[in-house]
C-alpha cells in the first residue's frame, strides 16, 4: 500500500501547537517541514479515503491551520 499524503498550511510562529496535534493520531507516520506554499508535509497509511478525510478533519480544525490539501 503506498501512503497517502497531505500537505499543510498554518500561521507563522504556531509549528509546536501544530505538531503537538499531529502527534494524537496515530494515523499519521510522517510529518516533514518544507517550505514554500505549504509548511508541512504530512504521510499516513490510511486503509480508506473516509479514513484519510477522519484524519486531515481532525488536524484541519485547529485555528492556526490555514489550509490543507490531500494528494491520494
Known amino acids: 500500500m503506498w501512503p497517502n499524503q497531505g500537505v499543510i498550511a498554518f500561521d507563522?510562529?504556531?509549528?509546536?501547537?501544530v505538531l503537538s496535534k499531529l502527534r494524537c493520531?496515530?494515523?499519521?507516520?510522517?510529518?516533514?517541514?518544507t517550505s514554500g506554499r505549504f509548511d508541512?508535509?504530512?504521510e499516513s497509511e490510511a486503509q480508506k479515503t473516509?479514513?484519510?478525510?477522519?484524519?486531515?478533519?481532525q488536524i484541519g480544525s485547529?485555528?492556526?491551520?490555514?489550509?490543507?490539501?490531500s494528494l491520494i
Open 12 to 17: 507563522p510562529m504556531s509549528g509546536a501547537e
Open 25 to 33: 493520531p496515530p494515523d499519521v507516520q510522517r510529518a516533514h517541514k
Open 40 to 42: 508541512m508535509r504530512l
Open 50 to 57: 473516509l479514513d484519510l478525510n477522519r484524519i486531515l478533519d
Open 62 to 69: 485547529g485555528k492556526r491551520v490555514k489550509n490543507l490539501e
